[in-house]
């Protein structure tokens, strides 16, 4: 097992928002499952918040179908007259009030990236995976992704998701073929192997719809961001 990629913290998988610096990440080399085969589950739909120390971010799980999600991700960023600070935000309260407190806004709160993810389930070994697929849709030629994030679903109860990330480096992917089957394979047999998996997870907190609108307004002040 590498070291490096066994201490992928929350804050790491935050850079992943970076395109540019994916590949230093635990990522897959193949997808797993078939999206076209999967189904959506509607405990993940919804918006879901990540934190960890100050740095906060949105994780919006949309149905584009019954197989797939579009993921919307945004990075909350302290405007030029907020004080995030002042809110525990690791605790449901002290986020609740940052949310209905702070206005989305250049003074207020504000984010500068967002990034597109198409999301599917897929079941191996007893377990439930999720893959997220990098979309990069203003692209000036047709986007081919080369990595994947594949994470093992928990629910730890109906409102806290944890996220575990494959190890793409495990030494049980050494010797297999870069194919979608040979790694759902080594997957399917290590499935609840926790040596295959990040010791953090990503854990998301699911924020609740009458909060949303906040989440929305801070993708639209990236979108409406001039070039």
């Not at 959506?40 to 120390?53: A, L, M």
């Not at 990503?202 to 906040?214: Q, S, Y």
Request: aromatic fraction near 10%; include cysteine.
């Amino acid at each position: 097992m590498k070291p490096r990629t066994r201490s992928i913290s929350g804050a790491v998988l935050m850079l992943a928002m970076v395109p540019a610096i994916i590949g230093l990440l635990a990522c897959l080399p193949v997808p797993i499952g078939d999206p076209e085969r999967s189904r959506v589950d509607p405990d993940i739909t919804g918006v879901w918040s990540w934190v960890d120390g100050s740095d906060i971010a949105f994780y919006a799980f949309h149905p584009y179908d019954r197989r797939t999600w579009l993921l919307t991700g945004v990075a909350l960023e302290e405007g030029g007259g907020a004080d995030l600070s002042k809110y525990d935000v690791k605790t449901a309260s002290g986020l609740q009030q940052l949310i209905e407190n702070e206005t989305v806004g250049e003074e207020g709160a504000t984010a500068n990236d967002v990034v597109l993810y198409k999301a599917w389930r897929t079941k191996l070994g007893g377990e439930w995976f999720m893959t997220w697929e990098g979309l990069f849709p203003h692209a000036e030629e047709e986007f081919v992704p080369e990595h994947w994030f594949v994470f093992r679903i928990q629910k730890t109860d109906a409102n806290t998701l944890d996220l575990y990330m494959i190890d793409g480096e495990d030494d049980r992917f050494d010797e297999v073929k870069k194919t979608r089957r040979t790694y759902e394979r080594v997957i399917k047999k290590h499935a609840r192997d926790p040596d295959l998996f990040s010791d953090e997870p990503l854990r998301l907190r699911k924020v609740a719809p009458e909060h949303r609108e906040f989440v929305e307004d801070l993708a639209t002040e990236v979108i409406s961001q001039p070039d």
